[in-house]
């Protein structure tokens, strides 16, 4: 899937399963430029890796993300893939939730993605050459109490990647949506310190938080089949369920909000 002398950005790399995928990345001997607004976790992320760069960027910002951008490009080169794994998910009923908080919810989920892709894309069509990694979430589809907002803005990012699928095809750039379920990584603990949906207690007391590891797994042959959209682990259950069965799937994930 690379080679030697790709150079690859990759957000949200200070934790998680962006810090899996940069450092999976720098291991075949990508150049990789690690971008995060957590410098400690940057730096733990680079630890043995000479390959990996470390950038602070806010992600909810378009004019930082372009500096970030033009700094990565005078420093490394031409970026060839973007792995988009930067996002926020606090959970709170949808009438606790501030429009000030929903907004700016909305500004690193949805707009970050946005910008991301804006600020690479024109390039890579240039060329004809190209990989994006976007994360959505199974969340944009399978909906859960507590977690409206989070939700909200997963559903705008899988239909934007979708449709962007759609009008650039044939043109060389290839672009992956990736809408994982929810995961053991420090994502989780936002959900966790907020309004906590009784599903994501369930999933986390069980152990059936899924493996970040086993999902990067299913994720890299969801690309090497070149799968346009990857459910990894339990997603495409669950995506399958919602669609099908609709009343089952809210009367289960509310049945945890009362134990």
């Not at 973007?82 to 501030?98: E, G, K, N």
Request: hydrophobic share 45%.
């Amino acid at each position: 899937m690379n080679n030697n002398n790709s150079i690859a950005l990759v957000t949200g790399a200070a934790s998680g399963m962006g810090r899996i995928y940069a450092r999976r990345l720098a291991s075949r001997g990508v150049t990789v430029a690690a971008l995060d607004l957590n410098e400690e976790g940057l730096a733990e992320t680079a630890q043995g890796h000479d390959n990996i760069h470390s950038y602070r960027c806010d992600i909810s910002s378009a004019t930082e993300i372009e500096a970030r951008v033009a700094e990565v490009r005078a420093a490394l080169g031409e970026i060839d893939e973007l792995v988009h794994a930067a996002a926020l998910m606090p959970a709170h009923a949808l009438v606790d939730h501030s429009n000030e908080k929903l907004e700016f919810l909305f500004q690193v989920n949805f707009f970050g993605t946005v910008y991301m892709i804006k600020s690479l894309l024109p390039a890579m069509l240039e060329r004809g050459s190209g990989r994006m990694v976007l994360f959505g979430s199974i969340a944009g589809v399978a909906l859960v109490p507590k977690m409206g907002a989070y939700c909200a803005t997963k559903s705008a990012v899988n239909t934007y990647v979708e449709c962007l699928q759609n009008e650039i095809r044939g043109r060389g750039v290839n672009v992956h949506l990736v809408c994982p379920p929810a995961v053991n990584t420090p994502l989780i603990d936002q959900t966790v310190a907020t309004d906590t949906p009784g599903s994501i207690t369930e999933a986390r007391k069980t152990g059936r938080l899924a493996n970040p590891e086993k999902i990067i797994d299913a994720i890299e042959r969801g690309i090497r089949k070149n799968r346009d959209i990857i459910y990894p682990g339990e997603a495409r259950l669950l995506m399958l369920w919602k669609v099908l069965l609709p009343k089952l799937w809210w009367k289960t994930v509310l049945s945890f909000e009362n134990k």
